[in-house]
């Protein structure tokens, strides 16, 4: 299997909007969970309005990602931007970093069932790297699931990714590894 990755464009909302499908890729989530601001209640939220939301950043190109396609069909999804525009990572003190504002961020995937374990997520890490090396950036974070260090979990606890995936990548843990989540983190 080929698998072709592009850096996320205003043109290509539909084809993100075709892999998300009618329930924005895991329970109308529209990869905006980790963009909620203090106080935004989610079953209110997600849905329609996590799409619409979403759609308003990609127009504006304010949202950054990489797509992934097998024979011209959207098949994966990872976010991508820097830290300060995921405001939800600086309320988890697990999270915490001193340097928060220079970090870049990969807080989520999604691959489509049937694409899974085939390298999507690999390929999209890597098109992420290369991207965000382009803008400028020196540091990279990811959040992987922390339930991943020992064993396969199931597909819905791996949306941040697996702390494997990250470090084949070259990344290192970061933080303090008994604090409740992870930090994974490269820098250049």
């Avoid at 905006?32 to 079953?43: A, F, H, V």
């Avoid at 819905?156 to 697996?162: E, N």
């Amino acid at each position: 299997m080929e698998i072709v990755t592009k850096e996320l464009n205003p043109e290509l909302w539909p084809e993100l909007e075709k892999l998300f499908g009618s329930n924005g890729a895991c329970g109308g989530c529209w990869c905006m969970s980790w963009r909620n601001e203090k106080g935004t209640k989610w079953g209110e939220f997600k849905g329609e309005k996590a799409r619409e939301a979403q759609k308003r950043l990609v127009e504006n190109g304010d949202s950054k990602g990489i797509l992934a396609f097998s024979d011209s069909e959207p098949i994966g999804w990872l976010s991508f931007g820097k830290r300060i525009e995921y405001c939800k990572l600086n309320r988890a003190p697990s999270l915490a970093c001193d340097d928060w504002q220079e970090v870049w961020s990969i807080p989520c995937f999604f691959v489509r069932r049937g694409f899974r374990g085939k390298g999507v997520a690999t390929a999209m890490l890597s098109a992420a790297i290369k991207a965000i090396k382009e803008a400028g950036g020196k540091i990279i974070e990811g959040y992987p699931s922390k339930s991943t260090i020992n064993s396969r979990q199931p597909d819905a606890f791996t949306w941040t990714g697996s702390v494997s995936l990250f470090l084949k990548a070259g990344f290192k843990i970061a933080g303090d590894e008994k604090r409740s989540k992870i930090r994974v983190r490269m820098v250049f």
